[in-house]
């Protein structure tokens, strides 16, 4: 084979690869994750519909949520893996975020954050009716390949609490 062919072949694989890639990514502009903004209801659904509330703890400028989101929530949501399971929000702490937390009272999403010990983003939290986690968090971004299993395994714990909707 000459060199032309293999810088030939070189090139098909690379746009194949990267088409590969982008059909994997899911844009934000597609579907994206409700924001909480009002905690004390999110909980109260998530009880009624028997899910495990999972709060995404995210920031605007958090390369590592957006990959997160991208790679794996997004693309959870739309396939159902875990609908039946969780109830998933994304919890933003930017500079001006404020959210009701779970008494009905207007806090500062970065003071809820801190209070859970959640300052780092991306953080994906398990918690039950009372802002108390029921399921060990995951923080930061693992492989994407075994975050699925990390997100099973939390949300099985969850759902198996008897704290969950206490």
């Known amino acids: 084979m000459n060199k032309h062919a293999i810088a030939v072949l070189s090139l098909i694989f690379l746009l194949t690869l990267a088409a590969c890639q982008q059909e994997k ?8 994750i409700p924001r909480i903004d009002n905690l004390q209801k999110w909980a109260e659904d998530a009880c009624q519909k ?10 605007a400028d958090c390369p590592w949520c957006k990959k997160l989101m ?10 159902g893996q875990f609908n039946q399971q969780w109830l ?3 919890l933003r702490i930017d500079a001006g975020e404020t959210v009701q937390d779970f ?4 806090v500062a ?8 010990r959640a300052e780092l983003t991306p953080t994906v939290l398990f918690l039950n009716r009372r802002g108390e986690e029921i399921a ?13 299993d990390y997100l099973a ?4 714990q969850g759902l198996e609490n008897p704290a969950q909707c206490s």
């Open 109 to 116: 999403a970065a003071t809820l954050a801190k209070s859970w």
């Open 136 to 148: 060990p968090r995951i923080t930061g971004l693992k492989l994407v390949d075994f975050y699925d």
């Open 153 to 156: 395994k939390s949300l099985r």
């Open 25 to 32: 990514e899911v844009s934000p502009a597609t579907t994206s």
């Open 50 to 59: 028997q899910r495990v509330l999972t709060v995404l703890v995210s920031r």
């Open 88 to 90: 998933l929000g994304e």
């Open 103 to 106: 008494s009905g009272k207007k």
């Open 70 to 79: 991208q790679q794996v929530l997004i693309p959870d949501v739309k396939s």
